[in-house]
């Protein structure tokens, strides 16, 4: 019997990639995805990002089996005409189906309620020391409590937003905006915004926003040519300013990511009150609103305003921690400048992500994130399965010749300055170079 399915080339599938006209394949079959972008959950960006190309690692990555029937009505009834998959993604699909037929990805274990249980223990302790305590030295201490307690809060934010740690989509909703919103300032709405555009874009520094701190860092010298960002959709102008901040970054690392939070409050608070698209905006927005109250509230029970600045400084410098543990998993691995691709998604990941090696006792800290080319690749895998599944990632990297980066906090942190370094020393030469030619 003829074979009467209708075929388009990669080629052609590529002409489909503009918001108006996207396409995307998934296992040969491709998909008109055109209006889906407005009511994708995950936000338009990354299917976007995709736009044109063969996407099926992504879709896998990102999405239950469930969500397998819900693609027929995209169905445009081409397939692609010279689909092939790799040997690599051979493996890594196999492997996640394999994690699918053991249930790891439903086995959440009994981390979320403990870690609610200790954030509850935590913030009741700050608010105690503040009012009650007499001593300077313990309302101090629970300034870093109240840093501890945001560390550990970002991480079920985070887990909520890459797979249901609750009983309901309502309840995984609530904590969303009580984890991120009222405890932390922090918009789960920004969060999603963001973070799934870096996971689908990884290390790419024209698509991916974690890599985009200009003026203040440049990871890579592919920076000063004044990228567009298009995920910002703004240049990303190396200007004097930034050669000048840039000179000087691995110095100022450490002290303004201390202080990072303030940029975070700054980013969440230009997205609620923009044109954007947000789902659930007026939530998030009371959230906020909510976190505004407490908070002030809290620091101005202190005596004093020395004691209300430290107190500040010190929560806001222990959370840096945190700050200092994502940047480790990225700012050292390979970059690249460009659209990502959906043929390749394991590389990617791969390269572009740094793991910090700790023993278990040690995984509350980290929330999991250690293991960030885990958590990349199997991004809705509860944290509590990615120590266990970590030899087969590295033995699948073994085979198909591929990075596995495993540090330790110490030399994460020194491969991070090396980077940081290298890219100030040229920026510190143009700009030396600029000022001798201009005077």
């Known amino acids: 019997m003829a074979d009467d399915k209708k075929y388009i080339t990669a080629e052609e599938l590529k002409k489909h990639n503009k918001a108006d006209d996207l396409w995307i394949s998934i296992q040969g079959k491709v998909y008109n995805a055109t209006n889906w972008i407005k009511e994708h959950p995950g936000g338009d960006i990354p299917i976007l990002n995709l736009a044109g190309q063969e996407?099926?690692?992504a879709f896998i990555a990102f999405h239950p089996g469930t969500a397998w029937k819900y693609l027929d009505k995209f169905f445009t009834g081409y397939y692609l005409e010279d689909y092939e998959v790799s040997e690599v993604s051979k493996d890594y699909r196999k492997l996640c189906s394999e994690f699918a037929k053991a249930g790891l990805f439903e086995k959440k274990g009994h981390g979320v309620i403990y870690s609610l249980c200790f954030v509850a223990f935590l913030l009741f302790l700050t608010v105690y020391g503040v009012l009650y305590s007499n001593s300077f030295w313990i309302r101090m201490l629970c300034g870093g409590l109240l840093g501890l307690a945001w560390m550990q809060v970002s991480y079920l934010g985070h887990d909520s937003g890459h797979y249901l740690i609750m009983t309901s989509r309502g309840f995984n909703k609530l904590v969303q905006i009580l984890a991120g919103n009222c405890i932390t300032g922090i918009s789960i709405a920004w969060w999603n915004w963001t973070h799934n555009a870096h996971h689908v874009a990884c290390n790419s520094l024209d698509y991916d926003p974690d890599l985009q701190h200009l003026p203040v860092f440049a990871v890579s010298t592919s920076l000063f040519k004044s990228l567009n960002s298009t995920f910002y959709g703004r240049e990303l102008t190396f200007d004097s300013l930034a050669k000048f901040f840039v000179s000087y970054q691995h110095f100022t690392f450490y002290p303004i990511v201390c202080v990072s939070r303030v940029n975070l409050f700054i980013q969440t608070l230009l997205l609620l009150f923009s044109r954007r698209k947000v789902t659930n905006r007026l939530m998030n927005i009371l959230g906020i609103m909510v976190f505004w109250t407490w908070f002030p509230l809290l620091v101005s029970t202190l005596p004093n305003w020395t004691e209300r600045v430290l107190f500040v400084l010190i929560s806001f410098a222990v959370t840096g921690i945190q700050h200092v543990q994502f940047c480790l998993n990225h700012f050292a691995a390979d970059v690249y400048v460009g659209?990502?691709?959906?043929?390749?998604?394991?590389?990617?990941?791969?390269a572009g992500t740094i793991d910090i090696a700790c023993s278990p006792q040690m995984d509350w800290f980290f929330g999991g994130l250690q293991f960030q080319l885990e958590?990349?690749?199997?991004?809705?895998?509860?944290r509590c399965q990615l120590r266990k599944i970590s030899p087969i990632v590295q033995e699948l990297c073994k085979k198909h010749n591929l990075p596995y980066r495993s540090l330790s906090f110490f030399e994460a942190n020194r491969w991070t300055i090396?980077?940081?370094?290298?890219?100030?020393m040229q920026a510190r030469s143009l700009l030396w170079e600029a000022v001798n030619t201009h005077g």
């Open 55 to 57: 996407a099926t690692d």
């Open 339 to 350: 659209q990502p691709k959906g043929n390749d998604w394991f590389e990617k990941q791969t």
């Open 375 to 382: 958590h990349h690749l199997f991004p809705r895998l509860p």
């Open 418 to 424: 090396r980077t940081l370094r290298v890219a100030a």
